[in-house]
């Protein structure tokens, strides 16, 4: 059983910054790369950020010199540093693992950007 628990969202205003977590835990052996998902109301999930073992890191054209994603391998944690926010941001952030057993998702937390 793997577990991603997602943590950091919240309401700001635009311009400001936010710091999503995820916290990977369970039978995890090995994580061959974890990204960020978002999905805006009345829209279709859409990927954000990934990072693959190596720390090799990929973004959207939307968020890519804004937001940046990392990793505590030690922790088994995932971060998604979201800066200069704007409301289209708004969304709730889901947090996504491919590991040696699967592909695995987070429960999603809630990002609000205020104009």
């Known amino acids: 059983q793997v577990q991603l628990v997602e943590s950091g969202g919240g309401l700001v205003q635009a311009g400001g910054s936010l710091r999503l977590s995820c916290a990977a835990s369970?039978?995890?052996?090995?994580?061959?790369?974890m990204g960020w998902y978002r999905q805006a109301p009345g829209k279709q999930r859409e990927w954000v950020a990934r990072i693959t073992s190596d720390g090799t890191t990929n973004y959207a054209d939307s968020v890519k010199g804004r937001f940046t994603i990392s990793r505590d391998p030690a922790k088994n944690t995932m971060y998604l540093q979201m800066n200069s926010l704007k409301s289209e941001d708004t969304a709730v952030y889901y947090c996504?693992?491919?590991?040696?057993?699967?592909?695995?998702w987070g429960q999603g937390t809630q990002v609000n950007v205020s104009s």
């Open positions: 996504n693992a491919d590991l040696v057993l699967g592909v695995y």
């Open positions: 369970g039978n995890i052996f090995r994580i061959n790369a």
